[in-house]
């Protein structure tokens, strides 16, 4: 039982990137989903969350700018960034709120100003 994220890279400020976390196992459908980040020499934070009945929550920082959504057929959890900031640099990790927590491994985005 795994999370594989995938869609970090460089951008450039303004730019969109689209971040895909697939899981393995049809039991993540009923659970809430989401991403955090860390940027360097900062603390974990949540960036977004989709529950099983796709209501979402996101920081505010990211509010209007960022997307989540979940495809249950395929078992993944996508986050479409749009009007990135270099504020928004971080290693971003997804995960699936079981009992404990399971983490996939973390996928670098870099925006540069």
């Known amino acids: 039982v795994q999370l594989q994220a995938s869609g970090g890279g460089l951008v450039q400020a303004g730019g969109s990137l689209r971040l895909s976390c697939a899981a393995s196992g049809s039991l993540f459908n009923i659970n809430t989903r989401g991403w955090y980040r860390q940027a360097p020499g900062k603390q974990r934070e949540l960036v977004a969350s989709?529950?099983?009945?796709?209501?979402?929550n996101y920081a505010d920082s990211v509010k209007g700018r960022f997307t989540i959504s979940r495809d249950n057929a395929k078992n993944t959890v996508y986050l479409q960034m749009n009007s990135l900031e270099p504020e928004d640099t971080a290693v971003y990790y997804c995960?699936?709120?079981?009992?404990?927590?399971?983490w996939g491994r973390g996928t670098l985005v870099t925006v540069s100003s």
């Open positions: 989709i529950t099983s009945g796709a209501m979402t």
């Open positions: 995960y699936v709120a079981l009992s404990p927590w399971m």
